[in-house]
C-alpha cells in the first residue's frame, strides 16, 4: 500500500486495506443491542504486523505468520506493558467462549459489560503467576 504521505515511498508496504465506506453496520449484544460498525479489511503477509491503539496510549500488535496468527503480544510481558489484561470469558447463553482485553483501569465497565451480556470470568491471562498456575492445573490433568 502506498501512502503519498511517506517521504520515501520504498518504506510503503505490502499490506492490502480495503475501507469499506460506508462502514457495514450489523447489530451485536445479547441483553442490549447496538450497532457494530466494519470499517475494513487488512490483509497481511507472513511476518507483517499492524499495532492497534487507543486515545489513551494502550497498543494491541496482531502479527500474522506462515502458519497463522500470533493474536496478542506476550500476554504476561508486551500486553502487560501495553497497559491491557487478557481475560478469558464464557457467554452464558452460548456456550462459547472469548478472549478479551480489557484496558488496565477499565474494570468497572468490563465488569458491567460481563453482567449485561451474560459472560463468566473464567481466568484473567495477564500476569507470570496466573499463567504459571494455570499451566500447573493443565499439566496436572493431563
Known sequence: MED????DQRLAV???FEIKYPPRRF???NSVKFD???CGTLELAADEQVTFVTEDGAEYDVARKD???YATPSLNGRLEQFGLRCVLV????????FVLLVQRGREPQFDDYCLQENLALIAWLDNT??????AAKLSASN
Not at 464464557?90 to 456456550?95: E, F, L, M, Q
Request: hydrophobic letters at 30%.
Open 4 to 7: 503519498s504521505r511517506l517521504p
Open 14 to 16: 505490502g499490506v492490502k
Open 27 to 29: 447489530i451485536v449484544g
Open 36 to 38: 457494530m460498525n466494519d
Open 67 to 69: 502458519w497463522g496468527f
Open 90 to 97: 464464557k457467554n452464558r447463553d452460548t456456550g462459547r467462549y
Open 129 to 134: 503467576e496466573q499463567l504459571d498456575g494455570l
